[in-house]
């Protein structure tokens, strides 16, 4: 889910790639760090959820 908001958000361009994952490390969302195996916690689902909604990306 975070590498498909960073995807859609950046379009391709790495600069708006690196700024995306920037946003998400200062609210507390670390993509290096979550893999498919971590945890589905409803709350950070529906919290990232809000955070694309906030950056116009549609999941």
Do not use: C, F
Not at 5 to 15: D, L, P, Q, V
Not at 27 to 34: F, L, Q, T
Not at 36 to 43: I, R
């Amino acid at each position: 889910m975070i590498e498909t908001i960073i995807e859609k958000r950046s379009g391709g361009n790495e600069i708006l790639e690196n700024t995306t994952r920037t946003k998400l490390v200062l609210k507390g969302y670390h993509p290096e760090r979550w893999t498919l195996q971590s945890e589905d916690d409803p709350a950070k689902i529906a919290e990232l959820r809000r955070i694309a909604r906030d950056m116009g990306v549609k999941l």
